[in-house]
């Protein structure tokens, strides 16, 4: 992405080691988009998409021109942020009540302190819908950030939505022309920090809500993805970025590319001191897409039809967002004892320990 530059004005960030225990992980296909500028490239890479994804909405994605060095520095500054003085960090809360993610979330204390481990820093797009006050440290590394972030959107989202409609016989562009970078729409980067915690299910099992979500390389195992065969444990590789597939692709596919359920659980012993840092991207429809199944001649072949999918017709993926978003606040500030049923339009949210 960037000349590689040595870059001296923040602490090098350095992996924390590898556990030496074994663990059962979930076996999963690379993508190397980089092939997508070879002739035959399209046809390929959605012929394997079409193999695995059925199976697994989990999938690496390789040849995606970020460097080690990118990536480290990403994390050297989410380091230095959450190593802020907490007075500092919630001058910039994210307003959860209302559905909106943008800003900052602290680790919940007092009696709710057993439920919620992780720190969150969300940092939308560079638009001018999204401008907002930040910490001095996010603004001294603003255009990096900035760079980093339309990087992700760019050259490995688009290129992934192309795959995706190719795969499902649609134009090209169609999922593209849905997630303009300029369009009203919340999709964001993400810095999180789980702190070390005796609780064996750090995130509880769920699905997220957006199109795909890209997580960066992190040795501290804990994520796991849900299998027929049980929890499996997602293997992460420095040269790749884990990819999942979220609601609104499930909805916009009609449930044929299924949104992956996973969680965090607490991390081998080996790891059990470290805290765990976590760099993710959540790519988001732009606001107004409406979450219902596209007219894909694959689709239709195949009879593919989603339980719900009346009901969701008008629900947009902000409605759909916000729904969840401002759910998941009630349960983490204590509002509603356990789990609430609906999200929106009679869909019911399932939850998985
Ligand atoms: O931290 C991770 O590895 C995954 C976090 C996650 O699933 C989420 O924030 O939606
Ligand atoms: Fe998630």
Redesign the pocket.
């Known amino acids: 992405m960037s000349p590689g530059k040595t870059r001296k004005d923040l602490p090098e960030y350095e992996y924390p080691k590898e556990t030496t225990e074994k663990l059962d992980y979930a076996d999963l296909e690379a993508l190397d988009i980089s092939k997508l500028d070879q002739p035959g490239g399209i046809e390929e890479l959605s012929a394997q998409v079409l193999n695995f994804i059925n199976k697994n909405g989990f999938f690496y994605v390789a040849g995606h021109g970020l460097t080690d060095e990118d990536i480290r520095r990403q994390y050297a500054i989410a380091e230095q942020f959450f190593d802020l003085p907490l007075e500092e960090k919630t001058k910039y809360l994210a307003n959860t009540a209302a559905g909106d993610f943008r800003g900052y979330k602290a680790r919940a204390t007092g009696e709710q302190a057993g439920k919620d481990n992780d720190e969150r820093y969300n940092i939308p797009k560079f638009t001018p819908e999204h401008e907002r006050p930040h910490p001095q440290l996010i603004l001294d590394h603003y255009e990096e950030i900035k760079t980093f972030s339309l990087h992700i959107h760019n050259q490995i989202l688009l290129p992934l939505l192309r795959i995706f409609a190719h795969a499902l016989e649609l134009d090209t562009e169609y999922f593209v022309n849905q997630h303009r970078y300029t369009a009203p729409g919340l999709e964001y980067l993400?810095y999180?920090k789980?702190h070390p915690s005796p609780r064996p299910l750090w995130?509880i099992g769920?699905t997220?809500y957006n199109t795909l979500?890209f997580?960066f390389h992190?040795p501290i195992s804990?994520?796991q993805v849900q299998t027929p065969l049980g929890w499996k444990y997602i293997r992460s590789s420095p040269l790749s970025i884990i990819v999942n597939v979220a609601d609104a692709l499930e909805l916009l596919s009609g449930g044929y590319l299924k949104s992956t359920v996973?969680?965090?659980v607490r991390p081998p012993v080996d790891q059990r001191e470290s805290a765990?840092l976590?760099l993710?991207y959540f790519a988001r429809p732009e606001s107004q897409v409406r979450l219902e199944r596209v007219r894909s001649p694959l689709l239709e072949r195949l009879g593919v039809k989603a339980e719900g999918e009346e009901s969701l017709g008008g629900v947009t993926a902000e409605e759909w967002a916000r729904a969840r978003i401002a759910k998941d606040h009630r349960f983490r500030a204590g509002l509603v004892g356990s789990r609430e049923g609906e999200i929106i339009a009679g869909v019911k949210q399932k939850y998985y320990d």
Do not use: E, P, W
């Open positions: 993400r999180m789980y995130a769920h997220d979500t997580l992190q804990g994520l996973h969680r965090v765990r976590s993710i």
